[in-house]
């Protein structure tokens, strides 16, 4: 084999991870702006089973309840120097965020519908 033919080889080897690498970053931004339309989205997967999930135990409903809040934890007022200071909500940045949403609707629908359960406890 021929120096040009093993040099060919490598840049191959090295590069075809690269522009798979190039190809993956609109995909990782398309998940951050939530455009699912235009490029491959990469948490598909983990976007589906998170809506196929069955809630089927007052247990997990539950924990599921008690684990995603109904408000994002981190908006907030910050008085620093007498000047108020208003961070947003961040949990829209989770690109998983709508999913995780509709998953706690789901568990609280169970528990309302299903169990009979008061669910006021967990509505801010």
Known sequence: MGHWALILIILFVLLVPLVLLV???PAAMSTIIHSRDRFFDVLSP???WVDRFQICDRRTAHLICQVIPC???FERDVKFLGHTF???PLCKLNPLYDEFV???FRSLSYLCDECGE???EYIC
């Open 23 to 25: 190809s993956l970053i």
């Open 46 to 48: 983990l976007r589906r």
């Open 71 to 73: 408000c994002c934890p």
């Open 86 to 88: 208003h961070i947003p």
């Open 102 to 104: 509709a998953l706690r």
């Open 118 to 120: 008061d669910i006021t």
